[in-house]
């Protein structure tokens, strides 16, 4: 099992900045993907950006310019550096582990940005 705690939600006006923060624990592999994904009320869960073990990024690209991925060397933090906040990057956002076919999810984050 993978547990992922995420943390640094919060409220935020529009065109401000947050830092977004998951520590993974348990039995994590050395080849990995994480990511970061948000559900909007009455919407899909998407995906907003993802990185492996190798650092190989990838961006929605509604975020695309605005928001950075980025991982620590022990590949065991992931965070999510989301500037030029808009409303409609209001959502949960959700931390995701994935190696050898099995998938963790943390519990969310919600993030609120006023207009």
């Known amino acids: 099992q993978v547990q992922l705690v995420e943390s640094g939600g919060g409220l935020v006006q529009s065109g401000g900045s947050l830092r977004l923060s998951c520590a993974a624990s348990?039995?994590?592999?050395?080849?990995?993907?994480m990511g970061w994904f948000r559900q909007a009320p009455g919407k899909q869960r998407e995906l907003v950006a993802t990185?492996?073990?190798?650092?190989?990024?990838t961006y929605a690209d509604s975020v695309k310019g605005r928001f950075t991925i980025s991982r620590d060397s022990a590949g065991n933090t992931v965070w999510l550096q989301m500037n030029s906040l808009k409303a409609e990057d209001t959502a949960v956002y959700y931390c995701?582990?994935?190696?050898?076919?099995?998938?963790?999810w943390g519990k969310g984050t919600l993030v609120t940005v006023s207009s």
């Open positions: 990185i492996t073990s190798f650092g190989f990024t």
């Open positions: 995701r582990y994935g190696s050898t076919g099995r998938l963790f």
């Open positions: 348990g039995s994590i592999f050395g080849l990995n993907d």
